[in-house]
């Protein structure tokens, strides 16, 4: 797998040669500092790409011409990415060995159709176009309570700390989308395009000076633009005394949600000690969460821990019956107590160690993660997958300690169910 990154001026490009795979993959990644009013704006715009364009003018045209480019897949989607919002555009097409020439040549002019030349007339998107878009993000937004683990996290980051943008709700806001104008939208659209980071990268069996050429040809971003904040949130201190919160929904089960902030670790730490102390704690069937709360005193459905690195969070959430919240909040506080006093062993550090080269291993088989590594690489400066693996097999226990006693339990959140009797 060789990779080469070239500065275009207004964007970068990133290749990735390599013959593991039968398709050519392109990412389009647009980026800007999020804002809490524009998040469901920007959801509504990235839904209006997939609807039409001003060549294809119906979901029903694109649909077509994705199937005579050999069943190409153009897909979009939003995410956070500690400050910033992201826009992705994605295109996965066979490659041209397995098709015809110029196949992958006329789908990244198809992916560019889409992004430069939307369905737009007299400085506005079509209102048919977005009246569908609109009711699509209304009904989604409506049932949200529905997933009831998701809303649970939702709650816990609004209790968490609302002043962060990890409070903030990607799937948008109920209340934004009556003001949301066919001319506003192509406004923020036209923001997008001039004013946001963009990184674009290509990964397959590819020919690099031809793909250069051709995403020059095809991506016609001219303005230049600088990063403006950090990615990582704030480094806060965790609250002195815990934060327990509780909201009450109609459902025979009981989520549990909780907020462990870290505080002063090093880019080292994060990325390594950390990444271990996770897994052990909570990371698999053979964690201390999953083994003392699940297995030995069956307080819980499922329970798990994920790092989000850029909010300077470790987040733990189970399933439980109702009756079971105490304990199951005193055996979780007990674990996490046991990680600061080391009291685990050299062989589930080396376990850890093993589900983490395992995960790497799963990186390099799919190219959708391996541009997503690189994306990491290039914006927040983490390592390449050899040398993760080297300066994770060099991590200690007494590291991991280190790390687990900067983690401290801050908020609870507990959607507790309650299933009323029907009528």
């Known amino acids: ?4 990154k070239k500065d275009l001026g207004a964007y970068r490009l990133h290749l990735i040669e390599t013959d593991k795979f039968k398709t050519v993959t392109v990412r389009v990644s647009f980026r800007e500092p999020i804002k809490k009013e524009e998040i469901t704006l920007r959801n509504i715009l990235c839904d209006m790409f997939t609807q039409s ?31 910033y919002i992201n826009t992705d555009f994605y295109l996965a097409v066979l ?33 048919d176009k977005l009246d569908i878009v609109k009711s699509a993000c209304r009904n989604s937004l409506q049932s949200l309570k529905e997933d009831t683990a998701n ?15 990890s409070s903030f709700r990607m ?17 923020y659209y036209q923001h997008m395009i001039q004013t946001n980071l963009v990184d674009i990268f ?41 934060l327990f919160a509780k909201e009450t929904i109609d459902s025979l089960q009981t989520k549990i949600a909780i907020a462990c902030r870290s505080y002063g670790l090093s880019d080292y730490e994060r990325n390594y000690p950390l990444t271990l102390y996770n897994i052990i704690l909570g990371g698999g069937d053979d964690s201390k969460l999953f083994q003392d709360v699940r297995e030995k005193n069956s307080l819980c459905y499922s329970i798990y821990s994920v790092p989000n690195k850029l909010d300077h969070v470790i987040l733990i959430r189970a399933g439980i019956d109702k009756e079971n919240y105490k304990k199951a ?84 959140f507990c959607l507790e169910g309650v299933k009323h009797e029907e009528d």
């Open 329 to 412: 909040i005193d055996v979780i506080e007990g674990d996490l107590s046991d990680m600061c006093k080391g009291n685990f062993s050299e062989e589930d550090v080396k376990i850890a160690k093993e589900y983490f080269n395992t995960a790497l291993e799963e990186v390099e088989e799919q190219e959708a993660r391996i541009i997503n590594n690189y994306y990491m690489m290039e914006l927040l400066g983490t390592d390449d997958i050899d040398e993760k693996r080297k300066k994770m097999a060099l991590v200690s226990k007494e590291e991991i300690v280190k790390v687990a006693k900067k983690i401290k339990m801050d908020t609870v």
């Open 202 to 242: 290509v990964i397959g069996d590819i020919d690099k000076e031809q793909v250069i050429s051709l995403v020059r040809e095809k991506f016609p971003i001219k303005t230049l633009k600088k990063q403006r904040v950090p990615y990582l949130l704030p480094d806060k201190k965790p609250r002195r005394n815990r």
């Open 171 to 187: 799937m948008g806001y109920l209340e934004d989308i009556d003001s949301i104008t066919t001319e506003r939208l192509y406004q």
């Open 151 to 165: 809303y649970c996290l939702l709650r816990l980051f609004e209790a968490f700390d609302s002043s962060v943008p």
């Open 95 to 127: 490659n041209d060995k397995y098709t015809e020439p110029g196949n992958f040549k006329e789908s990244l002019q198809f992916l560019s159709e889409i992004i430069f030349h939307p369905d737009v007339e007299g400085g506005k998107f079509r209102e």
């Open 53 to 83: 364009s001003k060549k294809y003018r119906s979901k029903r045209a694109l649909t077509i011409k994705a199937q005579d480019l050999y069943a190409a897949d153009i897909q979009t989607s939003n995410s956070r990415l500690g400050n």
């Open 1 to 4: 797998m060789k990779y080469t």
